[in-house]
């Protein structure tokens, strides 16, 4: 493995700007071709509505992910994440509507939950040497069981209104009140002023995920860990902390977009993600450049796998062709990556 790492480097360095630059961006290249090609043969593709559309569904989607990522760069996986999405909106609705909690309280509860299986994941995969897939799925269906349990099946709805402002409120709205009359006129001024504000926390965990991942240690450890356990362990590396620790951000951050889906559709189900959610989450991240053999992993490619999976979603729409037809383009899309991954891992 750490022959890899060596390969890694050496063939980096010998490869030209433009190369280097398609391997560490290609989700980034091929999201703006996708949308140029889409844009000259859809029909309202290329609209001011249907861009903001594809930002604000990728907003969730991109918050799950970025957990997703961090998981993926440590060589793991985690299938527990729908449910844990579920299990976190059913809470939230019951904090919130039932027990009348107040916002605040209610979404910091939901995010210490999400941090709890999060701790639970990264125990039994650490310590008792349960290999990922296996104990992440086993944990999924426990939540996925309690949600059922303490939802009973029902769905809580509407929210409360301190909780809807939360994420529905419009943030920009501040400055276009300030704007001279005929930018205020302007259509596309308009729509953009009305982004809501859950729009807005995917952008600040995406630059909170990129600093952490890019610019601090822990980053640094990530991949020295992903690519080597036993010789980050030897490199004085704490391993054992950095992949619990890991697996709670993950955690927290799928709880965090829970809260924002929950409060996008005005209501708290515990159906909201299952096994559906979480693979498409593992495409977007996989989409985006990450590798599933750990190690390599970078968050602007990641975005840019996310605003892929969710402009194709739109895409199969747009046209009005089965919708059924969106699952398995993602497989075959994550079937491509994974025999590219290999294909790719045999020559180094």
Not at 295 to 305: E, R
Not at 317 to 337: S, T
């Amino acid at each position: 493995m750490l022959q890899r790492t060596d390969k890694l480097k050496h063939t980096s360095s010998q490869q030209s700007l433009p190369v280097r630059f398609v391997k560490q961006y290609g989700s980034v290249v091929v999201f703006f071709i996708l949308f140029i090609f889409s844009s000259l043969f859809i029909d309202r593709f290329f609209s001011v509505r249907n861009v903001l559309t594809i930002i604000k569904q990728a907003a969730v989607t991109v918050v799950a992910c970025m957990g997703m990522m961090l998981i993926l760069t440590t060589g793991g996986i985690d299938l527990s994440l729908g449910y844990t999405l579920g299990l976190c909106s059913i809470f939230l609705g019951i904090l919130s509507i039932k027990l009348g909690l107040p916002a605040w309280q209610a979404v910091l509860l939901t995010l210490v939950l999400g941090a709890l299986v999060g701790m639970l994941n990264g125990v039994i995969i650490q310590f008792l040497r349960v290999p990922p897939f296996i104990a992440t799925l086993g944990v999924g269906y426990v939540l996925f069981g309690i949600a059922q349990i303490f939802g009973k099946g029902d769905a809580y709805y509407p929210l409360p209104d301190d909780l809807l402002a939360l994420g529905m409120s419009r943030p920009l709205n501040g400055l276009y009140s300030i704007l001279p009359k005929a930018l205020q006129e302007n259509d596309t001024i308009q729509q953009v002023s009305r982004l809501p504000s859950y729009v807005f926390i995917a952008l600040f965990v995406l630059i909170l995920i990129y600093i952490l991942r890019h610019k601090t240690t822990y980053g640094r450890q990530l991949s020295a860990f992903g690519f080597n356990r036993a010789t980050a362990k030897l490199s004085g590396i704490n391993t054992a902390r950095l992949h619990v620790m890991t697996y709670m951000i993950s955690s927290t951050l799928v709880a965090l977009a829970s809260v924002m889906l929950t409060i996008r559709v005005n209501c708290a189900q515990s159906n909201l993600g299952g096994s559906n959610y979480t693979f498409e989450i593992v495409t977007a991240a996989v989409v985006g450049g990450t590798s599933l053999f750990g190690g390599i992993s970078n968050v602007i490619s990641c975005l840019f796998g996310c605003l892929i999976t969710k402009s194709l979603e739109n895409i199969v729409n747009l046209m009005a062709v089965n919708i059924y037809l969106y699952q398995p383009m993602m497989g075959l899309i994550i079937l491509l990556a994974i025999v590219f991954e290999v294909y790719k891992n045999r020559k180094l």
